[in-house]
């Protein structure tokens, strides 16, 4: 496993055509290829108005996750994904804080998310909270509709990193 205290990481927006063959391969590997999920299963009707993140460890793409405008007041994230190895060291906590950033600065006030059973923890731990069931993908996987109200985490804790929110 890498020493990531030893990595050089760098956190910003795909960008061109080679970084988004890296992104969408990424998105498969984890997310859809364990579940035999063809090719192009990893991608939705939304990629053309998201924002697609990437965490860069050494030059490598570590980390993914993508946000879009449900509408004016919320924001959704969808295919957070990080590859197997760079995991349980940060670069999910980095991305899901970079894509709220995001959703601060289009001035939308909620963040809501399907959350796999498996990375409900993660999520909780970030300030979501499960709303409801949303059934199964793959007639396997379990997922809960989670949502966080950027608005309230902000006056929870003042002290978070400046954003947008600052201005309300
Ligand atoms: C879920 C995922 C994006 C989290 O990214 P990550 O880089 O591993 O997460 P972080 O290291 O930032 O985790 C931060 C905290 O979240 C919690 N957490 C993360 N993954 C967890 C897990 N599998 N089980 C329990 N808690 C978890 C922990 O509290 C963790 O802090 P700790 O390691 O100090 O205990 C990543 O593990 C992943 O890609 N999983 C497979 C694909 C997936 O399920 N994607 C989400 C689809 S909804």
């Given at each position: 496993m890498p020493d990531l205290a030893q990595l050089k990481l760098e956190l910003r927006e795909i960008h061109g055509a080679h970084e988004f063959t890296a992104y969408y391969d990424l998105r498969w590997r984890v997310l859809r290829e364990p579940w035999m999920q063809a090719r192009e299963?990893?991608?939705?009707?939304?990629e053309s108005d998201a924002i697609h993140m990437g965490c860069w460890a050494e030059g490598r793409l570590a980390g993914i996750g993508r946000l879009h405008l449900n509408s004016k007041f919320e924001a959704q994230i969808r295919f957070m994904a990080v590859e197997s190895g760079f995991d349980r060291q940060g670069i999910g906590t980095q991305i899901l804080l970079e894509l709220e950033r995001h959703a601060c600065l289009k001035g939308t006030l909620t963040v809501v998310l399907d959350a796999r059973k498996s990375a409900m923890p993660f999520y909780e731990k970030h300030g979501y909270k499960s709303i409801s069931y949303a059934g199964l993908l793959f007639d396997q996987i379990e997922h809960w509709k989670m949502s966080k109200s950027l608005y309230e985490a902000k006056k929870s804790n003042p002290g978070a990193p400046a954003s947008p929110l600052t201005l309300l």
């Amino acid at each position: 496993m890498p020493d990531l205290a030893q990595l050089k990481l760098e956190l910003r927006e795909i960008h061109g055509a080679h970084e988004f063959t890296a992104y969408y391969d990424l998105r498969w590997r984890v997310l859809r290829e364990p579940w035999m999920q063809a090719r192009e299963s990893e991608r939705d009707q939304r990629e053309s108005d998201a924002i697609h993140m990437g965490c860069w460890a050494e030059g490598r793409l570590a980390g993914i996750g993508r946000l879009h405008l449900n509408s004016k007041f919320e924001a959704q994230i969808r295919f957070m994904a990080v590859e197997s190895g760079f995991d349980r060291q940060g670069i999910g906590t980095q991305i899901l804080l970079e894509l709220e950033r995001h959703a601060c600065l289009k001035g939308t006030l909620t963040v809501v998310l399907d959350a796999r059973k498996s990375a409900m923890p993660f999520y909780e731990k970030h300030g979501y909270k499960s709303i409801s069931y949303a059934g199964l993908l793959f007639d396997q996987i379990e997922h809960w509709k989670m949502s966080k109200s950027l608005y309230e985490a902000k006056k929870s804790n003042p002290g978070a990193p400046a954003s947008p929110l600052t201005l309300l």
